[in-house]
């Protein structure tokens, strides 16, 4: 497997998932899980609509740094395919609010967001996580490892 290989193929999971898992931290450092509908903003950009006064929101407010994994829940049990990321996220403003817009929701049937959704006196905002660190899943058969350019690697691949 190449790292073109692995490349599309996350590309490919991003594309066919609609949910990513957003993970953040309270003010004491205890982890929340949350799953929200998202839409790619280029190669390390996910961008979704949140309430302002969800957990996951707050958390966000104080501490940007967080973890995301976007996964095919539908595949065969030990089949497992995930794009994992770690970064920072925020409430997106200004030209970063309207440029997210215009590819927020996909064209997969989600109702339309206008930027009155998302300002004041809303209490919804668009958020965006952009990714500093990635990696892939290698897709494999169970008990298997990963095989990149001829050596076996563990079976997360940095993309």
């Known amino acids: 497997m190449t790292d073109s290989d692995l490349d599309a ?5 991003i594309e066919a998932n609609r949910y990513l898992t957003l993970g953040t931290t309270d003010p004491d450092g205890a982890p929340w899980l949350t799953p929200v509908y998202f839409a790619p903003a280029g190669d390390r950009e996910f961008v979704w609509v949140s309430a302002i ?15 995301a ?4 829940s539908t595949v ?30 996909r ?7 206008s930027l009155d959704d998302v300002t004041a006196p809303s209490a919804y905002r668009l958020y965006a996580f952009t990714a500093s660190e990635m ?18 690697d563990d079976h997360r691949a940095e993309l």
């Not at 193929?9 to 999971?13: G, Q, S």
């Not at 064209?107 to 967001?113: F, L, Q, R, T, Y």
């Open 9 to 13: 193929h996350a590309r490919d999971l």
């Open 53 to 67: 006064d969800a957990r996951h929101s707050r958390n966000l407010a104080e501490r940007p740094r967080a973890s």
């Open 69 to 72: 994994v976007v996964f095919d």
């Open 76 to 105: 065969a049990p030990y089949h497992g395919r995930a794009v994992y990321a770690a970064g920072e996220a925020r409430e997106l403003a200004g030209d970063d609010l309207e440029r997210a817009l215009a590819g927020y929701p």
């Open 107 to 113: 064209s997969d049937g989600a109702a339309a967001v």
């Open 135 to 152: 990696w892939v899943l290698c897709p494999r058969e169970p008990g298997t490892p990963c095989q990149r350019h001829g050596r076996t």
